[in-house]
């Protein structure tokens, strides 16, 4: 990073370094805390009242005014598109604990595009003229609900995928607050011939009713559901028991990564390692 833009464009060249982040992490900040000269230089570029900034999400009028030109632009092929009516819902639907874990109250584009594109895309191969609200429903499903969610791909080709069922507006809102954790174990165990959801579901809970967990276990086991790229570039492999506080070190499994059962934690002193901890309904790395 230098200034040698200066003797072409007669002026200073303003450079800016644009970094995705979750919670309150700031990226790249252990890099560029280091002592070598390299990354003093770069602390010297930055700003020095302001060296982190954060782009804020959108609120909900902000959000009216992106429905509006989607509105425009989509109109020849949806010719009654009326977007605008849904931006309460959508707005609610976004800012939901799983997609907004600081509780910021703002939407971020890729979620509001995830969403808006998917009810569209399906509302036209339905043929109809204007988005249709059981989509928008089942969209918002989908990116709350199973976010998380792995997808299982046996090689059996199209025609393989579990059906989707859509649900109300008020069933999704009263249901978005919880992250389903045990899905991706449920459907790993199962046979490749069983073909809905609720099928699905169904012989994981009998064998949970068939065995009890043992007197002085913890309550939790089974899949974790942090994001294999996320656990690997962190480095860190030191996971807690959101139910009892005991701390493991875990290698990912057949894609996955798995808390077996375990005895209860008995000591109450705190963890201060750096580990991963689930955080309200979301996985982060936390402690120093």
Known sequence: ????????????????????????????????????????????????????CRIAGHTSEEIREVLATLETVFQPLLPQLNLRRWTGSIYDWLTQSALDPTNSGRVTM????????????????????DVQEKWLEQAAELLVLRHDTFEIIDGKGPGAETEQVPVTEKEAASQIPAVPV????EEQELPPSVPTEQTMQTPSRKKE???????GNCTFS????IPLQRFLESGVSLVECPGCGRAWTLSPGGGVLRFKSHKKRKTNTPNTGRRWARMASDWSVVGS
């Open 1 to 52: 990073m230098t200034d040698q833009g200066r003797l072409q464009y007669d002026h200073p060249l303003g450079l800016c370094l644009v970094e995705a982040s979750r919670g309150n992490m700031i990226p790249l900040k252990e890099i560029l805390d280091q002592s070598e000269p390299t990354w003093l230089q770069w602390r010297r570029r930055l700003d020095p009242l302001r060296p982190f």
């Open 110 to 129: 890729d979620h509001l595009m995830k969403l808006v594109l998917a009810a569209l895309q399906w509302s036209y191969e339905a043929k109809a003229t």
């Open 182 to 185: 045990s899905s991706p174990n």
């Open 209 to 215: 009713e068939a065995q009890p967990a043992a007197l």
């Open 222 to 225: 089974g899949i974790v559901p």
